[in-house]
């Protein structure tokens, strides 16, 4: 079973910068898709950033020029360095990973979720 760890949340003023961490642990033999979502105080979940396999990355227009989704391919960890944050960046990050096993078997797996607050 493909479990997903995430690190890196807390509390950060407007204008400054955090780095998500989501560490993968189980029998993975690839990574398709990987992703960060965020659950804002009473709205629902969405996209922030996505990377598939050999497709260059995707961000929601609100943090374009600001995220960058990175991986490190060696260790099945993914990142999502967040500069210039802003208040409206608030709420529960989630780290999102799709792929296949050594048993040949797809998954699809979430992470526990990350509290972000931006505020002063």
């Known amino acids: 079973q493909v479990h997903l760890e995430e690190s890196g949340g807390g509390l950060v003023q407007p204008g400054g910068s955090l780095r998500l961490s989501c560490s993968a642990s189980?029998?993975?033999?690839?990574?398709?898709?990987m992703g960060w979502y965020r659950e804002p105080p009473g709205k629902q979940r969405s996209l922030v950033a996505t990377?598939?396999?050999?497709?260059?990355?995707d961000y929601a227009d609100s943090v374009k020029g600001r995220f960058t989704i990175s991986r490190d391919y060696g260790n099945h960890r993914i990142f999502l360095r967040m500069s210039n944050l802003r208040p409206d960046d608030t709420g529960v990050y989630y780290c999102?990973?799709?792929?296949?096993?050594?048993?040949?078997?797809?998954?699809?797996?979430w992470g526990q979720g990350v509290q972000v607050t931006v505020s002063t």
């Open positions: 999102h990973l799709a792929g296949v096993t050594r048993e040949i078997r797809g998954f699809d797996a």
């Open positions: 990377m598939s396999s050999g497709n260059r990355p």
């Open positions: 189980g029998p993975i033999r690839s990574l398709e898709r």
